[in-house]
């Protein structure tokens, strides 16, 4: 069960922030693919969510498709201070903004030493369902995102040690690492590569959203990366697809939940060769190569 004591910086991703070559259409499958709501839009930015909360997908227009941002929701007011005593104290450089996005009021922005710029920020809102018209495959909320970097070990200290995340799965020999900041599986996920962002995942309600999602891409001319089938870490559904950008998407169900933070110990995937999809079909040989670079 979540715990401030346990995770006193974040607890949740929040948000992704893109900057993509055209807006239009990127605005167009996010609507009609996704099942994203159009909540506003401000200095060409747009914004997006699939439930009440003001934003969990910001557009940018671009030069190039490349990742601005990936928000992390506090976990209370007193994680700022926190945060900032922290950052001080391992002299990274930091700088606090307010009323940057719709629905937040404050946010902490900061670079991982991959360079991924992060923003740990107030509430944008809840997760409550949202009932809202849509063509599109509507998840429930933003779930976790793959960041490519260039070298794991210090991007998982920082991670554990300035932000209190903790180690939830390990595999490819160390080229991969989930990590959790709240009672599910992982929320960012690690993976050994050129600096980027190679995924990013929403949670939907069950299989038959799988099937719906299908036949929206197949509608606007695009088709499965990879799936559906169930992951050995986290024990998720899975499906993968690119977005306008060559990032994938992931939808994903029924994701396991760390209920004990006492008993839960971590596995090293390594040794199953099945750890990608216990259910069979290992994914094509170019799925590493899907992302988008950080912005120059």
Request: negative net charge; proline residues 5%.
């Amino acid at each position: 069960m979540f715990s401030s004591q346990i995770y006193p910086i974040t607890k949740s991703l929040g948000y992704i922030s893109l900057a993509v070559t055209d807006l239009e259409s990127a605005t167009e499958t996010t609507e009609e693919v996704l099942g994203l709501r159009w909540v506003g839009s401000e200095a060409k930015r747009r914004y997006f969510s699939s439930n009440d909360r003001e934003v969990e997908l910001v557009l940018h227009p671009g030069a190039q498709a490349a990742l601005l941002a990936v928000g992390l929701e506090a976990t209370n007011e007193d994680s700022f201070s926190l945060l900032k005593s922290r950052l001080s104290e391992a002299n990274v450089k930091f700088f606090e903004e307010h009323d940057v996005y719709p629905g937040v009021t404050k946010l902490i922005r900061f670079s991982l030493p991959s360079g991924h710029p992060v923003e740990v920020h107030s509430s944008a809102g809840e997760t409550n369902q949202s009932f809202y018209p849509t063509s599109g495959v509507r998840p429930r909320r933003l779930g976790h995102a793959l960041l490519k970097v260039n070298d794991i070990p210090k991007v998982e200290a920082f991670l554990t040690q300035i932000l209190s995340f903790r180690v939830s799965d390990r595999g490819v020999g160390g080229e991969i690492v989930w990590l959790r900041c709240g009672e599910i599986h992982h929320s960012i996920n690690l993976l050994q590569g050129t600096p980027g962002l190679h995924h990013y995942a929403w949670e939907v309600d069950d299989w038959s959203a799988f099937k719906q999602l299908g036949d929206a891409l197949r509608g606007h001319h695009a088709q499965l990366v990879w799936g559906p089938g169930r992951h050995g870490p986290g024990n998720n559904l899975f499906t993968y697809h690119a977005d306008s950008t060559g990032a994938l998407v992931e939808y994903f169900a029924d994701i396991l939940r760390i209920e004990n933070e006492e008993t839960y110990q971590w596995r090293d995937w390594s040794d199953v060769p099945e750890w990608n999809n216990i259910w069979g079909p290992l994914p094509p040989d170019n799925f590493r190569e899907y992302g988008v670079p950080l912005a120059t």
